[in-house]
Each structure stands twice: as structure tokens, then as C-alpha cells.
């Protein structure tokens, strides 16, 4: 168990810091830019290329494994909205909010930080294509649900093109390309552009973590919604659960990729479902509080499902011998 607390401390450790430095300094949420703006657009896109680039590329295209990935996570989107929309009454665009909320895990500043110190950089390929592909899906799935729910003004052609510009040019799947494409020619940077990228990669984690801490200040909880009675338990035992079933089906895969696909369902609430209310206007403060609270419960959870990996409680292939 010591063993848990020293992989989880350093996470928690530096999102706490993060909150406390906030509330300590009083600064405003424009403070957050130039922060957010490092991180978004250089230390992780660095990360991904850097680990990306030096992987054999054959490794890149498990598509059964993306497959599974995707579907395990739709499924859950899917749960969500079910749930929202047929129990709950809600809205089209409070179900679609709601659903990320559920299904869209901080994968990209907690992932490849956690994952990658538990499991070792054979980690990174999995999280990568995790990321790249998770995304592609929320990117469409909640532009289309709000195109549909009249939320959005705009023909299908402007819809189709702001969809697929959201996925071409975000600087992260833009990092994957590149660093997939780098592999494929076995290209070697230049000594000091390669120094820089290791430089950057160094500061991804610490400050996406930090910065999480900031965010999660600046936006403090009011009031516990009641959709976190059914978003919290789905997003970090759900979700994982779910992503766990469906992996030992459809594999064998590497136990690395199994594992490391599970701990990424099992994150807490992505802070940009917390950024796509606020650009929907939708939900705002209740996002805000399900990135908070299922942040405060993985503590738990997630300690749990270390324990539960590293100690064999839970085998790679359960139905394997």
C-alpha cells in the first residue's frame, strides 16, 4: 500500500498545491492563459511526440484495440444520456454535458503522467492512441448532439468543418501525427531540438497537474448537483469496469495496454467538460463541481485500483489457463 500512496502522492500532491497557491494568491482566471496555453500547446503535444516518435510503428495500429477503446467509452456517453434524458428529464444539450461528465476523463493532464509512472513508458502507445481517438469522439459527438438540439445555428457543411478542424488542429492529435510520422521514417532530431522537446516533456505532467489544482480554485463548488449520484459511481467504478469487460473480450491484448486503458477509465472528470459548458452555456457550474468531486473521490478509487493491479487481485485476462 505504501507502494500506491508514493505513485498517487505526487498527483494529488500537485493538484492540491495547485489549489492552494490560487487561493493563497487570489489571482483571476485570466491568470490561467499563458499557463494553460504552455501546457496545451507545447509540454504535452512534446510529450506525445517524444514517447510517439520513438515507438515502432507497427505498435501504432492496433485497430482492435482502438476499437474496443472507443466502444467501451461510447458506451458510457451512451449510459449517461440515457439516464439524463429518460430519468432525470433533462435537456438535449444538459444530457450531452452531463454525458462527457460521465464518460470524458482527465485523460490528458492526469493520463500520461500516472500511467506512464506506473506502468513505464510501453504505457505511452496505449495512452496516446487513448487520447487521440477518445477525443475524436467527444469532439463529434458533442458538436452533433448540440447541432441537433437546435443549440447551434449551422448548416451541415459549417458543422461537418468546424468538427473536423476541432480534431485536424488540435495540438495534441497534431503531436501524435507527428510523432507517428517521425517513427515511420525513423527521423532523429537534431541534439538541441531534441533537448528542447525533453525539456518541455519534463514540465507536461507537473503542470498540467498544478494547473488542474488552479482550475478546480477558481471555481469553487456551491452546491452538490443532484446528477453526481449517478455520474460519480459511473465515471470511476463504472467506467472502468466496463472498459476492463470489454478489453478481456475482444483481446488478448499486452497486459501494459489493459491495464493502462482501464486506470485511464477510471480518472476523474476532464477539466475541458468544464470549458464545452461554458462554450455551450450549458451546465456551467454542475460541471464545474463533477470535475471537483469525482477528483476528490478517485483519490479513493483509484488508490483502490492500483492496489488491485499491482497486488494481482485483478488479472490481465481473467479467463486465460
Same mark, same amino acid.
Given at each position: 500500500?505504501?507502494?500506491?500512496?508514493?505513485?498517487?502522492l505526487p498527483?494529488f500532491?500537485?493538484?492540491?498545491?495547485?489549489y492552494?497557491?490560487?487561493r493563497?494568491?487570489?489571482?483571476?482566471?485570466?491568470?490561467?492563459?499563458?499557463?494553460?496555453?504552455?501546457?496545451?500547446?507545447?509540454?504535452l503535444?512534446a510529450? %506525445?511526440?517524444?514517447?510517439?516518435s520513438?515507438?515502432?510503428?507497427?505498435q501504432?495500429?492496433r485497430?482492435?484495440?482502438?476499437?474496443t477503446n472507443v466502444?467501451?467509452?461510447?458506451?458510457? %456517453?451512451?449510459l449517461v444520456?440515457?439516464?439524463?434524458v429518460?430519468?432525470r428529464r433533462?435537456?438535449?444539450?444538459?444530457?450531452?454535458?452531463?454525458?462527457?461528465?460521465?464518460?470524458?476523463?482527465?485523460?490528458?493532464y492526469?493520463?500520461?503522467?500516472?500511467?506512464?509512472?506506473?506502468?513505464?513508458?510501453?504505457?505511452?502507445i496505449p495512452v496516446?492512441l487513448?487520447?487521440?481517438?477518445?477525443?475524436?469522439?467527444?469532439?463529434i459527438?458533442?458538436?452533433?448532439?448540440?447541432a441537433?438540439?437546435g443549440?447551434?445555428k449551422?448548416g451541415?457543411?459549417?458543422?461537418?468543418?468546424?468538427?473536423?478542424?476541432s480534431?485536424?488542429?488540435?495540438? %495534441?492529435?497534431?503531436a501524435?501525427?507527428?510523432?507517428?510520422?517521425?517513427a515511420?521514417?525513423d527521423?532523429?532530431?537534431?541534439?538541441?531540438?531534441?533537448?528542447?522537446?525533453?525539456?518541455?516533456?519534463?514540465?507536461?505532467?507537473?503542470?498540467?497537474?498544478?494547473?488542474?489544482?488552479v482550475?478546480?480554485?477558481?471555481?469553487?463548488?456551491r452546491?452538490v448537483?443532484?446528477?453526481?449520484?449517478?455520474?460519480?459511481?459511473?465515471?470511476?467504478i463504472?467506467?472502468?469496469?466496463?472498459?476492463?469487460?470489454?478489453l478481456?473480450?475482444?483481446?488478448?491484448?499486452?497486459?501494459?495496454?489493459?491495464?493502462?486503458?482501464?486506470?485511464?477509465?477510471?480518472?476523474?472528470t476532464?477539466?475541458?467538460?468544464?470549458?464545452?459548458?461554458q462554450?455551450?452555456?450549458?451546465?456551467v457550474?454542475?460541471?464545474?463541481?463533477?470535475?471537483l468531486?469525482?477528483?476528490v473521490?478517485?483519490?479513493?478509487?483509484?488508490?483502490f485500483?492500483?492496489?488491485?493491479?499491482?497486488s494481482?487481485l485483478?488479472?490481465?485476462?481473467?479467463f486465460?489457463?
Amino acid at each position: 500500500m505504501t507502494d500506491i500512496v508514493g505513485l498517487l502522492l505526487p498527483f494529488f500532491g500537485l493538484i492540491f498545491l495547485g489549489y492552494i497557491a490560487a487561493r493563497v494568491t487570489r489571482q483571476s482566471k485570466e491568470a490561467m492563459g499563458w499557463l494553460s496555453t504552455f501546457i496545451v500547446y507545447l509540454a504535452l503535444p512534446a510529450l %506525445f511526440y517524444q514517447l510517439l516518435s520513438q515507438t515502432p510503428v507497427e505498435q501504432l495500429a492496433r485497430w482492435d484495440f482502438i476499437m474496443t477503446n472507443v466502444a467501451a467509452t461510447f458506451c458510457i %456517453f451512451a449510459l449517461v444520456f440515457a439516464i439524463a434524458v429518460g430519468l432525470r428529464r433533462a435537456t438535449v444539450p444538459e444530457s450531452t454535458i452531463q454525458s462527457l461528465a460521465g464518460a470524458y476523463g482527465n485523460i490528458g493532464y492526469m493520463g500520461p503522467g500516472i500511467a506512464i509512472l506506473t506502468f513505464g513508458e510501453a504505457a505511452a502507445i496505449p495512452v496516446a492512441l487513448i487520447f487521440c481517438f477518445e477525443n475524436m469522439m467527444h469532439f463529434i459527438l458533442t458538436p452533433s448532439l448540440m447541432a441537433l438540439s437546435g443549440r447551434q445555428k449551422r448548416g451541415l457543411p459549417r458543422l461537418v468543418l468546424g468538427i473536423v478542424k476541432s480534431i485536424v488542429f488540435h495540438p %495534441f492529435i497534431i503531436a501524435t501525427a507527428l510523432g507517428v510520422t517521425a517513427a515511420a521514417v525513423d527521423f532523429n532530431e537534431p541534439e538541441p531540438f531534441e533537448r528542447l522537446i525533453a525539456y518541455l516533456a519534463q514540465a507536461a505532467a507537473p503542470s498540467a497537474l498544478f494547473a488542474m489544482g488552479v482550475t478546480l480554485a477558481l471555481n469553487p463548488l456551491r452546491r452538490v448537483p443532484g446528477e453526481l449520484t449517478f455520474i460519480v459511481p459511473i465515471k470511476l467504478i463504472v467506467h472502468p469496469l466496463i472498459m476492463y469487460l470489454f478489453l478481456v473480450w475482444a483481446g488478448p491484448f499486452p497486459e501494459t495496454w489493459v491495464f493502462t486503458a482501464v486506470l485511464l477509465a477510471a480518472l476523474p472528470t476532464a477539466t475541458n467538460v468544464f470549458v464545452l459548458a461554458q462554450q455551450y452555456g450549458t451546465w456551467v457550474e454542475r460541471a464545474s463541481a463533477s470535475v471537483l468531486i469525482t477528483t476528490v473521490f478517485s483519490v479513493g478509487s483509484l488508490s483502490f485500483l492500483l492496489y488491485a493491479i499491482t497486488s494481482g487481485l485483478l488479472p490481465p485476462d481473467p479467463f486465460a489457463g
